[in-house]
């Protein structure tokens, strides 16, 4: 993404928001196509890369603005590089965040096929939120990536009021605590949208579940992960939707996997737009990654970000996973990895 000063049309690749010269808002150029300007092979190994040979490409747009890139794949000179959309359930979708937030969940979105929002869709967002504790530390979903999604769906049509921000505690710390100091609260208040406590609302049973009701009567539903290394963070937020007891209950006599697998077969379609950008590793220390993610299949999410990023063990929830069942629309697997080190 480029941004120009209407007035000068001087650019920018990043989201300077104002022309330093003029004042001008800038405005954002959406480019369609992107062609290779010019390609060099890579042979020789860096520490954040690693894998060789690969390839840097020169990217142009339409409007003659440069960038370039990293791909495994070799381009000629000329050749279009384009990133396909895929609405098949089995897509995980996989895009490197450069520096706006906005223009990569709008493209992660766009790779899985949108949502038809209309202004009338009940939207149901879960976001991650599981401690108490500053943006910084990334437990819980960043507040710019809830607000940016927010904004989003405002954009296509979608009305304030229909949308609900939903979480619930499965811990002894209430859940308006891990809100306010998430800067979740915040967000919310921001857009007049009221904060849903799960916990205080009814649960519809199915078969030995008990999910919340309002899973059931919302059109779209979005599941924000905040990816951890060495879990299945996008597929173990789904579990907020069950009663805690129930959760705890079944958890003690089958396990997570099994828990999952049930309440596959009786939740709706569930949309996950996961952030790892910058991503929590085993020693809770945050490390750079760049990226954003979406499927509608939260397991292949999970399993393709521990391919990206992998921990000392795999989640057991991910055990039965094939990876070739996956399909993967946008960055590919191989260049999204940034091996384990730690900036
Ligand atoms: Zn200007």
Redesign the pocket.
């Known amino acids: 993404m480029f941004y120009q000063?209407?007035?000068?049309?001087?650019k920018w690749q990043y989201p300077v928001k104002k022309?330093?010269?003029?004042f001008?808002m800038l405005e954002k150029m959406n480019s369609k196509t992107a062609k290779v300007f010019a390609v060099s092979k890579i042979s020789v190994p860096s520490l954040a890369h690693p894998h060789v040979p690969y390839f840097a490409l020169l990217l142009e747009d339409e409007f003659k603005n440069k960038w370039a890139q990293k791909s495994f794949k070799e381009y000629s000179v000329g050749q279009s590089v384009d990133y396909p959309a895929s609405a098949d359930a089995k897509t995980v979708a996989i895009w490197r965040i450069k520096y706006d937030l906005s223009e990569a969940i709008e493209k992660i979105i766009g790779l899985i096929g949108e949502p038809n929002i209309k202004p009338k869709s009940k939207i149901l967002i879960i976001p991650a939120l599981n401690e108490p504790r500053h943006p910084y530390f990334k437990n819980n979903t960043s507040p710019d990536f809830l607000e940016q999604t927010i904004l989003l769906l405002i954009n296509r049509g979608a009305q304030k009021e229909n949308i609900q921000i939903a979480g619930q505690s499965f811990n002894d710390i209430p859940i308006e605590a891990c809100a306010m100091k998430s800067g979740l609260l915040n967000v919310c208040l921001k857009y007049g949208i009221p904060p849903l406590d799960l916990s205080k609302i009814p649960f519809a049973k199915k078969d030995d579940l008990e999910i919340s009701e309002n899973v059931f009567s919302a059109d779209i539903i979005l599941n924000l992960a905040m990816l951890k290394t060495g879990k299945a963070c996008a597929s173990e937020n789904l579990f907020k939707f069950l009663n805690k007891k129930n959760y705890l209950g079944l958890k003690y006599l089958y396990g997570e996997k099994e828990i999952f697998k049930k309440i596959q077969t009786v939740l709706p379609e569930i949309l996950t737009l996961a952030e790892a950008d910058r991503i929590q590793t085993e020693e809770k220390f945050v490390s750079f990654l760049g990226l954003a993610m979406a499927s509608r299949d939260s397991l292949g999410l999970d399993a393709v970000f521990n391919k990206i990023r992998p921990g000392k063990a795999l989640p057991k929830i991910l055990a039965d996973i094939k990876m070739e069942d996956v399909l993967i629309a946008g960055r590919q697997l191989e260049e999204s990895k940034f091996d384990n080190i730690n900036i």
Not at 5 to 10: A, L, N, S, V, Y
Not at 19 to 22: K, M
């Open positions: 000063c209407p007035k000068c049309k001087r022309c330093p010269d003029c001008e």
